[in-house]
């Protein structure tokens, strides 16, 4: 137990040699923070969990020599040193070494709180530049980090597997609370999945060398962008958590700012790190350990509704940042790692382009939408309405077929780079289907239709707010309607597991978890 008097003595401005104006104190599940004006000290609770051991003051001196070591790696200028917290023979608590010591901190230069990496995405004040330079300097403590023996352990695949099956156990009470059933389920067949078929790869990577003695809590709060680039408060107390891929490192970070809302700064960020690292193959692994820290994140989230004294509203931010969690790890597992074509069908107003957003948030597709092509063949500004009579003008067969080879050249452009397509468009003749499916054939893909359907009444509705709004470049509206449902080829020249219906008259957000799962889990097939 924490001496009584240690946390008041600390909070005061003149238990500190350099008499600081305030005393700032925080306190985490796992520590005291004292922060003294330019100074942090930093006291461990005398605590035992699963995953660590601070019980004795011997131990607690240890993890704090091993917090001082570790996090010198990366940020040798601001921790200082270890001091001993004594008391004298008066019975008080004194910053010294005196013959009672009573425990021990780690101390830190403070660290300007406005240029954390999460502060800085926040106001706009990150750049490519700062990404490059981050990637660069995580890149070159992988490769200098330790690697072998012990550390090799844990990248076999059956202590992957163990952190994963932990994950899922720990979280079954809180299916349909923070984790929706069909999540829960889908991320634990994508792990099984990605496991079993992945196992050989997982082998390589620790001949490659690549389980280093890692950071293993790589998030946005932990990186100070200054003069320097200073990382910190790395995991100390448990090599369980910090031993691993340095694709762990990467898909930690990227998460977290994912999570935060800047995808295109994690991008960079690994396009950056692959670049100064050689180490392309990390990729393959990159959404899997997405999805694990996400998983966590969305776990340790969770466990906090067990605590008693948490208020309806603390209760109410837990439950939702949980969920936030448990369903950016469902986006991780549900995204492609292979290209594949996927076309829409359907008619005007049946919700087609919702479908291929909501699908390509999912899948990580691309999306090339004909509305579009067709719009800027034309210099036609998007949302500029531009009415034709049915099959006349921009709308006649001689443009739609240029549009269409347009939309194909586009995809053929994302296959090849890896990418995954979705081509927004109606798809009404058999003969633009066939010739989307003979494209797919030509580059080896996995072909898909996704025909989408309502009843007439809900298509009149929304054609006519389409026009009373501006925000679709869509031309389409009622009074063409039954001429395009009579100009509609019936879709039967594909097989009946590439071809999935959605019927948009009500939520199709259960066909699209099932068309999800078939679409993803048919990669292998390829």
């Not at 660590?52 to 001082?68: A, G, I, V």
């Not at 200028?77 to 070494?97: C, F, M, P, Q, W």
């Not at 780690?106 to 706009?124: Q, Y």
Request: net charge neutral.
């Amino acid at each position: 137990m924490t001496h009584p008097r240690l946390t008041e003595a600390m909070k005061q401005p003149d238990f500190y040699p350099h008499h600081p104006r305030e005393v700032e104190f925080i306190q985490t599940h796992i520590s005291y923070i004292f922060i003294a004006g330019d100074f942090v000290y930093k006291i461990k609770k005398p605590l035992k969990f699963d995953f660590l051991d601070f019980t004795s003051l011997e131990k607690r001196k240890h993890f704090c020599e091993e917090e001082l070591k570790l996090n010198r790696r990366l940020a040798p200028e601001t921790y200082l040193d270890v001091v001993a917290i004594s008391r004298n023979s008066a019975g008080h608590i004194t910053l010294d070494k005196g013959t009672d010591i009573i425990e021990y901190a780690v101390r830190m230069k403070k660290l300007p709180a406005d240029r954390m990496l999460r502060t800085l995405l926040s106001r706009g004040m990150a750049n490519e530049k700062i990404m490059d330079s981050l990637a660069r300097k995580i890149a070159l403590f992988h490769q200098q980090a330790r690697t072998g023996k012990d550390i090799d352990e844990m990248g076999r695949i059956e202590n992957i597997r163990h952190n994963n099956e932990e994950n899922f156990d720990e979280t079954v009470n809180y299916i349909n609370i923070t984790i929706p059933e069909y999540q829960y389920n889908f991320i634990q067949d994508y792990v099984h999945k990605f496991l079993m078929e992945k196992e050989t790869f997982f082998q390589k990577r620790i001949h490659d060398h690549k389980i280093r003695d890692c950071h293993g809590d790589l998030h946005l709060d932990h990186i100070c962008i200054n003069d320097d680039i200073t990382i910190f408060d790395c995991i100390e107390f448990n090599e369980r958590f910090r031993y691993g891929d340095v694709a762990e490192d990467v898909a930690f970070l990227t998460m977290d700012i994912d999570f935060n809302g800047y995808p295109e700064y994690a991008e960079r960020f690994v396009q950056s790190y692959v670049k100064y690292s050689s180490d392309s193959d990390m990729l393959k692994l990159l959404n899997f350990y997405r999805c694990y820290y996400a998983y966590v994140r969305g776990k340790v989230t969770s466990l906090r509704l067990s605590q008693k004294e948490i208020t309806k509203k603390e209760r109410w931010n837990i439950t939702n940042i949980g969920k936030r969690y448990f369903d950016l790890a469902y986006t991780y597992a549900t995204r492609l790692e292979k290209p594949a074509l996927i076309i829409t069908a359907g008619l005007m107003g049946s919700g087609k382009s919702y479908q291929a957003r909501e699908l390509a948030k999912r899948l990580g597709t691309e999306i090339i939408r004909t509305d579009l092509l067709r719009k800027d063949l034309f210099n036609i500004k998007t949302t500029e309405k531009h009415y034709e009579d049915f099959g006349k003008g921009i709308y006649s067969e001689n443009i739609s077929r240029l549009v269409y080879d347009k939309a194909f050249d586009f995809a053929k452009q994302k296959i090849k780079q890896g990418k995954a397509v979705i081509i927004d468009a109606s798809f009404k003749k058999r003969s633009e289907r066939e010739k989307a499916m003979e494209t797919a054939r030509e580059l080896d893909v996995c072909f898909y239709i996704i025909e989408c359907i309502c009843s007439d009444h809900v298509t009149k509705n929304r054609l006519e707010k389409r026009m009373r709004n501006n925000d679709n470049p869509s031309d389409g509206r009622w009074e063409l309607f039954q001429e395009q449902k009579n100009d509609f080829d019936v879709i039967n020249e594909v097989p009946s597991n590439c071809h999935f219906i959605i019927d948009t008259t009500s939520d199709p957000e259960t066909i699209r978890q099932k068309i999800i799962r078939k679409i993803k889990f048919d990669e292998s097939r390829v």
